[in-house]
């Protein structure tokens, strides 16, 4: 199993900068991605950023190409989340979201979320 700590939210002006971190422990060898979610208020959770510990690939939404970027530290087992350029529109709870493979299931792991307000 992994538990998954979020810090790093706060509160920041418009064209500014937060870095996200995410702390796994437990069972991090099984994890197969690790992603950043969010939750504005009345909207749905929407994926930001997932990275595949297989291949290394990454992949962003649309709104966010080119401001944020995901990364990893295996020897610190955290997961980053660099936030640049941040727009009021950024504003959500942000969770981490770690997969693990375990024989031939899936399992979804999750953050307790850190809050990202971006005044104007």
């Known amino acids: 199993q992994v538990q998954l700590v979020e810090s790093g939210g706060g509160l920041v002006q418009a064209g500014g900068s937060l870095r996200l971190s995410c702390a796994a422990s437990?069972?991090?060898?099984?994890?197969?991605?690790n992603g950043w979610y969010r939750q504005a208020p009345g909207n749905q959770r929407e994926l930001v950023a997932v990275?595949?510990?297989?291949?290394?690939?990454?992949t962003y939404a649309d709104s966010v190409k080119g401001r944020f970027t995901i990364s990893r530290d295996n020897a610190k087992n955290t997961v980053y989340l660099q936030m640049n350029s941040l727009k009021p529109e950024d504003t959500a709870v942000y969770y981490c979201?770690?997969?693990?493979?375990?024989?031939?299931?899936?399992?979804?792991?999750w953050g307790q979320g850190t809050q990202v307000t971006v005044s104007s």
């Open positions: 437990g069972t991090t060898r099984s994890i197969i991605s």
């Open positions: 979201n770690a997969v693990m493979e375990y024989g031939i299931h899936e399992y979804d792991y």
């Open positions: 990275s595949s510990t297989i291949d290394g690939s990454t």
